[in-house]
Every structure is written in structure tokens, then in C-alpha cells.
């Protein structure tokens, strides 16, 4: 993807938040619920290329990258918790 594809079809997370709700997604019901991933969860979000971090009054915006790269963290996070797997 290039830098000028990256940047074109990232969204802010209010436009991405009201997107998730409008198809059922149920992960951030609230915008406050994005946000906080987003605090919880910067460095690799930016590592991965998932969010271009705000700069001055320019809110953080996210890119095609942010739902895989969230999905991922989202089962590592859930791998880690320490569950046990119901699969025999």
C-alpha cells in the first residue's frame, strides 16, 4: 500500500466508530471504548501502520491496517489471558 493510498483511505475514529456500529460491530460500542484501545495499544498500533498519530489540534486517524492489525492484538490479548482452549 502505498503512502498516498495509506493516507487517503484512513478515517477518523469517530467516522470509523459510527462505521463499526452501523454493521453491528459490537467490540467499541463507544467512541470513549476506541480511544482507549487506541491509548492501551499505540506503540504497535503505529508500529503496524493501523493509526497516524495526531499531531496538534489533527486527531489520530486510522488506516485500511487498523482492523486486521486490532483483530490480531484483540485474540493475542485473549490468547494471553490465561484461558483454557475448550478444542480437545
Request: glycine share 10%; hydrophobic share 40%; no cysteine.
Amino acid at each position: 500500500m502505498t503512502p498516498t493510498t495509506l493516507l487517503h483511505d484512513s478515517r477518523s475514529l469517530a467516522t470509523w466508530q459510527a462505521e463499526h456500529l452501523a454493521l453491528g460491530g459490537e467490540v467499541f460500542p463507544t467512541l470513549a471504548s476506541l480511544q482507549w484501545f487506541i491509548r492501551q495499544n499505540r506503540t504497535e498500533l503505529e508500529t503496524q501502520k493501523a493509526i497516524i498519530s495526531g499531531k496538534g489540534s489533527r486527531g489520530t486517524m486510522l488506516t485500511p491496517n487498523f482492523d486486521q492489525i486490532t483483530i490480531g492484538l484483540l485474540i493475542g490479548a485473549t490468547e494471553n489471558f490465561g484461558g483454557t482452549s475448550s478444542a480437545s
